[in-house]
């Protein structure tokens, strides 16, 4: 297992002071999540979306993952958020470790490697990413 803890990267910080990524809804970038295999090398230090090791499925999974429907920002107490839409890929079998959020818009740069903590399956199935409340204290991306 070679994906690490869930990270923001390491480039999508520096990528944020040169204004790469904009989560403005609407009329901001496209986001997209990828999932992959326990085989996968995701980190802090993932620069980009990767096909290396990204599951398959007969059906419902496509390389590139899904589109993901971005809540927008918000500022409250002093921290800055992002989150989006949970995500559903139906019809699926599909075993996966961890997602990568990328911005499909700027050249595929990462965001953020999620880490499941263990492979999680789907047998001709709905397999749901669950994003966490649209808080100040628990959305996807936080800045404080």
Do not use: W
Request: glycine share 10%; hydrophobic share 40%.
């Amino acid at each position: 297992m070679a994906i690490t803890t869930n990270a923001i990267c390491n480039s999508f910080k520096k990528e944020l002071l040169e204004a790469t990524h904009n989560f403005s809804n609407p009329g901001g970038n496209s986001f997209k999540l990828a999932m992959y295999t326990n085989s996968a090398t995701l980190g802090k230090s993932t620069t980009s979306f990767t096909t290396g090791n990204e599951v398959s499925s007969p059906s419902g999974y496509s390389s590139g993952g899904k589109a993901l429907v971005n809540a927008g920002t918000s500022l409250a107490t002093n921290t800055a958020i992002t989150d989006f839409a949970d995500l559903s890929f139906v019809g699926v079998t599909l075993t996966a470790r961890g997602a990568l959020i990328y911005n499909d818009t700027n050249g595929d740069k990462a965001v953020a490697v999620l880490d499941f903590g263990g492979d999680k399956t789907a047998t001709s199935g709905t397999f749901t990413i669950q994003f966490p409340a649209f808080t100040t204290s628990a959305a996807i991306l936080r800045i404080s």
